[in-house]
């Protein structure tokens, strides 16, 4: 882990320089990692620096394609919110699960790594936020069929994953919901496990 302090950082990249893009991709990387179809941005070196014995700075900087840094988990003190945000609900207590997710000490970052834990704990809090979004509309008061799944997984997809599902994702989320939950009676708690399927998913995990 490391101390982020906003001044020297921002010094640093005075100092060493960066790299410049032209063009911005206009959607995002798709959960398997591909560009969706789009065109990526053209990015250039933008300056060379000289460091000690005459190295270059950026000599071992590793090349990356636009948008090869996605996918990586989000912080816990961003997905903590993430939950009330997708389900529009007024607040969500995350707190229980925040060792298990490693939130670092305030003022400090570190990267988040997946892990078993971690994704068992993601269903958890994705079950409990869901529970508490289906227990009152009357939507969820009947049993998932082949057409209220469809639209249902469609809205959770577009809540949770800022866009829409393609149509496997949305066949995967029908099957769980009508083939995957028959072990529960209570209707309710059936359309909470298929949305929580949704909010373990990496478009909702991941940036």
Not at 184 to 194: C, D, E, G, I
């Amino acid at each position: 882990m490391r101390k982020i302090r906003s001044a020297h950082v921002a010094a640093l990249l005075i100092a060493v320089g960066g790299v410049g893009c032209v063009g911005q991709p206009t959607e995002p990387a798709d959960d398997d990692g591909s560009d969706g179809g789009v065109e990526p941005p053209t990015c250039e070196v933008t300056r060379s620096y000289d460091g000690f014995g005459g190295r270059k700075l950026e000599a071992t900087r590793e090349t990356l394609a636009a948008g090869a840094d996605r996918l990586r988990m989000k912080p816990f003190v961003a997905l903590a919110t993430e939950y009330a945000r997708a389900l529009s609900l007024a607040t969500f207590d995350t707190a229980a699960y925040a060792a298990t997710f490693g939130r670092p000490p305030a003022r400090w970052f570190s990267e988040p790594a997946a892990s078993a834990n971690t994704i068992y704990a993601a269903f958890a809090l994705a079950y409990a936020a869901c529970t508490q979004h289906t227990a009152t509309d009357a939507t969820y008061a009947t049993a998932p069929d082949a057409t209220s799944a469809t639209l249902a997984c469609h809205a959770f997809a577009q809540r949770a994953w800022h866009r829409d599902a393609t149509d496997a994702e949305t066949a995967a989320c029908v099957s769980f919901a009508l083939d995957k939950t028959t072990a529960v009676s209570a209707p309710r708690a059936r359309w909470a496990y298929t949305c929580a399927s949704v909010l373990t998913a990496s478009g909702f995990l991941t940036f």
